[in-house]
């Protein structure tokens, strides 16, 4: 079915199409259901029915419909006839409209301005509509087109972000914080166990790092407060291993995905709840097991991992979408160059960019590829800054981002590269730090 796309009607009849644009505006709601948030907005005064379930069915003016659409699509006929002013709201009780949608049936009067040769149809998740009737010329107008977020657009957009530990020489835990401006701060004595080969994740306001390599595989967790302080070693919880990537899901959770364990490349994943607990692991059978690839998050409650390295496959550019409930979906062919060791991170609020990189031979790329809000890589962007790899990426800001650290083949860096919010990178920022390869980072509010 195709219908709403966005935020634009399409409406079919006799091989033609029209395409109506509406406002598009997305309403968050944290407790007022879809007929509450509508019927506020339009004046109320609906007399709403129970949940329609069936394939058709008849409207009536002056009620409000609930129509659940998981089993089958919905065919609706409108009266008629009508005077001006009738007015009739639908609204999609499952959120199930995107896979099976409404069909609007005018019954012999207009629907804006277009007779019933047209079928009108809605397709969107979470979309509820309002419409009123004017006169014979226009008929039935839509008044109040919405679609009703399923959460809030991003519960904790945090503002500052903090890279920690890595490898200078030897394993190292001191961390720096990066301020809502990305402006790097110089080291903070290390807490937690000196490691490298880490990840972090945020969750809710607050961060995350975990796992890693002291000279031996750790699955052990650090907690960072929502003022940038990190909390000592909490005792390990699922596989240990080194090279894995994090990413937040779901507004205020975060997951620990893939990694090289020693002996072997796998697929594992690790949940974190938005208290930060880390889960036992769950198998990812899913995707191809791999290291040293990255992650981020894109559409503001959804994930994605990306490229990374395995022995059987080389470098490679796999990704695989994390869904809004943790969920790692199967491999998605990849696009731009092959590598590992490579940094990613969100930017605008709902979107992506995967960067640097170690590609094959060569010690390092500076080459990146931008992720959309549907979680589309698009291919390489020529790229900006030291090539370099082994580095790590975090969001600040709440819609930008920042590349900080890695290894150019022949030394370790401290240098960083902060990322707009549309994506574009910056040339590179003298370093602050101790010059490291292989550290972890999170954002934090």
Not at 253 to 270: L, M, P
Request: a negative charge.
């Amino acid at each position: 079915m195709s219908g709403i796309i966005g935020s634009k009607l399409n409406i079919r009849g006799s091989g033609r199409i029209a395409t109506l644009g509406t406002d598009g505006q997305v309403l968050t709601s944290s407790g007022a259901g879809v007929a509450a948030a509508f019927e506020d907005a339009a004046g109320g005064g609906l007399d709403w029915q129970a949940v329609e379930t069936g394939s058709t069915m008849t409207a009536v003016a002056g009620e409000g419909y609930w129509i659940d659409t998981t089993s089958n699509a919905c065919t609706i006929t409108l009266p008629s006839s009508a005077s001006n002013g009738d007015e009739i709201m639908f609204a999609d009780y499952a959120r199930n409209w995107g896979t099976n949608g409404i069909v609007i049936d005018s019954n012999g009067l207009n629907y804006q301005s277009k007779d019933d040769t047209f079928d009108i149809e809605y397709g969107t998740d979470g979309q509820a509509l309002h419409i009123v009737y004017s006169d014979a010329t226009n008929g039935w107008i839509p008044v109040l087109d919405k679609t009703v977020a399923y959460v809030p657009s991003k519960t904790y957009p945090n503002d500052n972000g903090i890279f920690a530990y890595g490898e200078a020489g030897s394993a190292t835990n001191v961390s720096n914080l990066v301020s809502n401006t990305g402006v790097m701060a110089t080291d903070v004595t290390g807490v937690g166990t000196a490691r490298y080969a880490c990840e972090g994740t945020e969750f809710t306001d607050k961060g995350i790092f975990g796992f890693g390599s002291t000279g031996s595989d750790v699955s052990m967790t650090n907690l960072v407060s929502n003022t940038g302080v990190v909390a000592t070693d909490t005792t390990g919880v699922g596989t240990a291993r080194k090279e894995l990537a994090a990413l937040n899901y779901g507004g205020d959770k975060g997951i620990f995905g893939f990694g090289n364990d020693g002996g072997s490349y796998v697929s594992i994943t690790n949940l974190v709840s938005n208290t930060g607990v880390v889960a036992t692991d769950q198998s990812a059978t899913t995707g191809s097991g791999r290291a040293n690839l990255a992650g981020c998050e894109y559409g503001d409650t959804k994930g994605i991992f990306g490229f990374g390295y395995n022995p059987s496959a080389s470098y490679n550019d796999i990704t695989n979408l994390v869904s809004d409930t943790g969920v790692v979906a199967t491999d998605l062919s990849g696009v731009g160059t092959d590598r590992g060791h490579i940094g990613a991170c969100s930017y605008g609020g709902d979107k992506g960019i995967f960067g640097f990189g170690y590609p094959n031979d060569i010690p390092g790329d500076n080459v990146t590829n931008l992720v959309s809000n549907t979680g589309v890589v698009g291919s390489d962007v020529t790229g900006v800054g030291t090539a370099r790899h082994a580095l790590s990426a975090c969001e600040y800001g709440q819609d930008k981002g920042i590349f900080g650290f890695g290894h150019n083949g022949s030394s370790t860096l401290s240098m960083t590269n902060l990322v707009s919010n549309t994506g574009v990178v910056a040339t590179d920022v003298t370093g602050v730090g101790t010059a490291r390869s292989s550290p972890g980072s999170c954002s934090y509010n």
